[in-house]
T-cell receptor, first 111, second 113 residues
Framework: LAKTTQPISMDSYEGQEVNITCSHN???????ITWYQQFPSQGPRFIIQ???TKVTNEVASLFIPADRKSSTLSLPRVSLSDTAVYYC????????????FGSGTRLSIRP | DSGVTQTPKHLITATGQRVTLRCSPR?????VYWYQQSLDQGLQFLIQ???????AKGNILERFSAQQFPDLHSELNLSSLELGDSALYFC????????????FGPGTRLTVT
């Protein structure tokens, strides 16, 4: 199973770029990498998903190296409202799929 | 608003009791997932249904069971409740199975006393 490892917490300041890395050494060929954001007492919200190289949308970028053993979520110019927990998810494609969320990274943004 | 609804929002019950949590997926979504999140813990995947059939199982206890009905809503049944079952239970839905984007509901907060 593709277990994921993320930093427990990170701190940054408004206006800075924040990069959160997720390690997934046992990622399988058909696995995709997805990142979710969660605010306290709310359900997670999809941020971005990728398979390889780089993906960018209106809120974030996702960098995946060629070996796909890690991925980095990049949040440009963060604001206070980006304070949340960020989860890395590697979805395993098989007949007995296992869904494993990482332990999450608690991101705190300061003024 | 994700389009996923969960009822009830809060539930308080005693140890040994049985409860049922309900989830209605987004219109058009065939997959339903259930997750448990204890205080300050990450998301633990419990089970996934796709179009009425069980598709994947995570760390779901034998005291817990779920089903997805023909109208695609799902119920999670928790029985012989213990104090440690107190948690937020989230339902999510997606068009298909992984890796399709999951849309999470607001959750049901279960408190076992």
């Amino acid at each position: 199973l593709a277990k994921t490892t993320q930093p427990i917490s990170m701190d940054s300041y408004e206006g800075q770029e924040v990069n959160i890395t997720c390690s997934h050494n046992n990622i399988a060929t058909n696995d995709y990498i997805t990142w979710y954001q969660q605010f306290p007492s709310q359900g997670p919200r999809f941020i971005i998903q990728g398979y390889k190289t780089k993906v960018t949308n209106e809120v974030a970028s996702l960098f995946i190296p060629a070996d796909r053993k890690s991925s980095t979520l990049s949040l440009p110019r963060v604001s206070l409202s980006d304070t949340a927990v960020y989860y890395c998810l590697v979805a395993v494609y098989s007949s007995a799929s296992k869904i494993i969320f990482g332990s999450g990274t608690r991101l705190s943004i300061r003024p | 608003d994700s389009g996923v609804t969960q009822t009830p929002k809060h539930l308080i019950t005693a140890t040994g009791q049985r409860v049922t949590l309900r989830c209605s997926p987004r219109s058009g979504d065939l997959s339903v997932y259930w997750y448990q999140q204890s205080l300050d813990q990450g998301l633990q995947f419990l089970i996934q249904y796709y179009n009425g059939e069980e598709r994947a199982k995570g760390n779901i206890l034998e005291r817990f069971s779920a089903q997805q009905f023909p109208d695609l809503h799902s119920e999670l049944n928790l029985s012989s409740l213990e104090l440690g079952d107190s948690a937020l239970y989230f339902c999510a839905s997606s068009v298909g199975g992984p890796p399709y984007e999951q849309y999470f509901g607001p959750g049901t907060r279960l408190t076992v006393t």
